[in-house]
């Protein structure tokens, strides 16, 4: 066999030699691949574990600074705005980007921005999925109006759905089980509430039923270690609803779904796999029996529970420890509801 030589005489490679490299070359990349991305993967179910943790503290945080409450998921429209009333303080949290602000208006009946701007958590640490981290800052935060003179001042984010404000306050990496602790009043919750009495006094004024069947404070929990307060989830994007009054009526009912509609890896609430609870909205749907979950699916049907991490959810009990459950496991209503004393328990009014 003649060698091929080089002007400087020196032995090339042939052709055959080159497909060979580049053979092993592409099993090698076929091989790491699916390594690179289960580490990937691997890595962002770690960071939405700690992010799980923190928000954990954060929500303890909060009861150990309210005389022991716990975070409301949803207030009422009331409650949500001052009513003109310039010297009333009405449930008012803090504007997470201007910080000598308060936050009114629609934005904050569900519970995103509220806990954003009573924790003080950051965009990172409450939407860890980073691509939608980067596409909710790219979104325009102009409040709707500024109150200077008003006592406290605030800031309004009331019409644009496709607002950073309103991104955060629908849409959370970890949703909040409102429906049995802390409360909801579109799931019920509140219903006595009354505008007129205690105006100064908000927790005079929330209207709690005498039979309650919702965690209000941190010292009703039975049992701490076992009672969800957090979970993965996911819910259709706030900005394809095209306003807040549009098809989620202010977040009390889900939003319109249909096969390709924008799903973000987050929403502000889950909710549980039994249905038979109070509620002033439309009534959730109990959860499928078969455990087989798809992506391309209503975010509703697992009630917003998004297992996706090898088919499983991390959780966040009262108690702050964290775990990974599969929808199989986040069935057992024990978990969801302190009153609970079976898996398939079931409110009865």
Do not use: C
Not at 163 to 189: D, E, F, I, P, Q
Request: hydrophobic share 40%; net charge positive.
């Amino acid at each position: 066999m003649v060698l091929q030589r080089t002007q400087s005489g020196r032995r090339a490679f042939t052709l055959i030699e080159l497909l060979v490299v580049i053979t092993i070359i592409a099993l090698l990349i076929s091989i790491l691949l699916p390594a690179l991305a289960g580490a990937r993967a691997a890595a962002y179910a770690m960071r939405e574990e700690a992010a799980g943790q923190q928000k954990g503290v954060a929500w303890h945080t909060y009861a150990v600074d309210n005389q022991d409450a716990a975070f409301t998921g949803y207030i009422p429209w009331a409650v949500g705005h001052l009513n003109n009333q310039i010297t009333t303080k009405v449930w008012l949290h803090p504007d997470p980007w201007m910080h000598n602000f308060m936050v009114e208006g629609n934005v904050i009946k569900p519970g995103g921005l509220r806990f954003m701007g009573a924790t003080g958590m950051p965009l990172d640490s409450l939407m860890i999925h980073k691509q939608t981290a980067n596409d909710f800052r790219s979104r325009p935060n102009i409040p709707t109006q500024q109150n200077i003179t008003w006592s406290p001042p605030t800031t309004l984010y009331d019409t644009d759905v496709g607002s950073l404000a309103a991104a955060m306050a629908y849409h959370h990496s970890l949703g909040m089980n409102s429906t049995y602790v802390g409360g909801s009043w579109h799931r019920g919750a509140m219903q006595g509430y009354q505008v007129a009495s205690a105006a100064n006094n908000w927790q005079a004024r929330i209207g709690h039923p005498p039979r309650l069947w919702y965690v209000t404070h941190l010292h009703q929990v039975l049992k701490p270690d076992r009672l969800y307060v957090f979970a993965s989830s996911r819910g259709v994007d706030v900005r394809t609803t095209g306003s807040f009054a549009g098809a989620g009526n202010y977040g009390r009912n889900p939003f319109n779904w249909t096969p390709g509609t924008a799903v973000v890896p987050g929403y502000w609430e889950v909710t549980p796999p039994r249905s038979g609870y109070p509620t002033n909205s439309t009534a959730m749907p109990a959860w499928p029996v078969s455990n087989s979950f798809s992506e391309i699916s209503n975010p509703i049907t697992y009630g917003y529970v998004h297992p996706r991490h090898a088919r499983k959810a991390i959780t966040v009990s009262i108690d702050g420890h964290v775990e990974r459950n599969s929808l199989e496991q986040m069935r057992d209503m024990r978990r969801w509801a302190n009153k609970a004393d079976r898996p398939d328990w079931n409110f009865t009014p």
